[in-house]
């Protein structure tokens, strides 16, 4: 793990977190084409300095093979890709001091270069089976020192079957909410809740201004309330953070298709929990 050559990269009080929608512009949406090597979905390239070339952080993507468990239902691995990806790691360069690759990767639990990413980003895991290799390469990364965010289900379900596949990693261990005061929800930009973020389709605000901030989930359960929950180490350093009922990646993908949707999601939710997810990850 690079984590410790990161922190150098990082000035937590010389993040530009002020008014973070003054320093973001809305940007327009791209055909999909995910070939991020000839097709950047409209996001600029920008140098890194060769003195971190080697160590600036890069979003790496969780790819999984294996779809069929308990929750049904999703898009898999590789929903809101690549513009989430590439978004976010705009934005992370953007409103931090931190070094970022302006390519994010997509790797597998297998993969030889899996050590090389202390952050890993998975998505739509409410069906997802692990196989008994990637299990173990998943415990062996995160009691490592790696970092895995899990994002984008809704429902008891999805939840459930999450839960059983992280038993097989973590047979001692047991998710737990993270209560609000927990710094990882205050590490760069002081967030007052826990944000829920809905997909673009799902949002809405009702003549007396009030907003839906969820989906339906497909087993009927009740997703209006969001869930961080986190499996901690020995040290009580969060291994795998869990946000459920929530859908922080459509905040990044999605940010230039609705004004109304980037401002109250993107810019209020979306990013700052984000960041404050990196900047916890890096620095831990």
Request: charged share 30%; aromatic share 14%.
């Amino acid at each position: 793990m690079k984590r410790s050559r990161f922190l150098s990269a990082i000035a937590i009080g010389g993040v530009a977190i002020a008014t973070i929608g003054a320093a973001m512009a809305q940007r327009g949406r791209w055909y999909r084409n995910d070939d991020i090597s000839t097709d950047r979905r409209g996001v600029p390239r920008w140098d890194v300095d060769p003195n971190f070339e080697n160590d600036a952080f890069t979003f790496a993507r969780l790819r999984y093979e294996s779809y069929g468990g308990y929750g049904r239902g999703g898009g898999g691995w590789r929903t809101d890709y690549p513009d989430s990806d590439l978004n976010f790691s705009l934005r992370l360069q953007q409103l931090t001091s931190m070094k970022v690759n302006p390519d994010p990767v997509v790797v597998e639990l297998t993969d030889d270069k899996l050590f090389d990413y202390p952050f890993l980003y998975m998505i739509e895991p409410g069906a997802l089976v692990f196989n008994e290799a990637e299990v173990e390469a998943l415990r062996r990364y995160c009691y490592n020192g790696g970092f895995l965010m899990v994002d984008d289900f809704w429902g008891d379900d999805q939840y459930e079957n999450l839960r059983r596949e992280l038993k097989r990693v973590f047979p001692d261990r047991e998710a737990s909410e993270v209560p609000l005061s927990h710094e990882i929800f205050h590490c760069v930009y002081d967030m007052k809740e826990k944000p829920q973020v809905p997909a673009i389709g799902a949002a809405y605000r009702m003549a007396n201004g009030e907003v839906g901030s969820w989906e339906q989930s497909r087993d009927g359960s009740d997703t209006r309330t969001p869930h961080y929950r986190a499996i901690t180490d020995d040290e009580d350093r969060i291994m795998v953070f869990i946000c459920h009922n929530t859908d922080l990646g459509d905040g990044w993908e999605r940010e230039g298709e609705d004004q109304w949707y980037f401002d109250e999601f993107s810019v209020k939710k979306a990013y700052p929990m984000g960041i404050n997810i990196v900047t916890y990850a890096m620095t831990h």
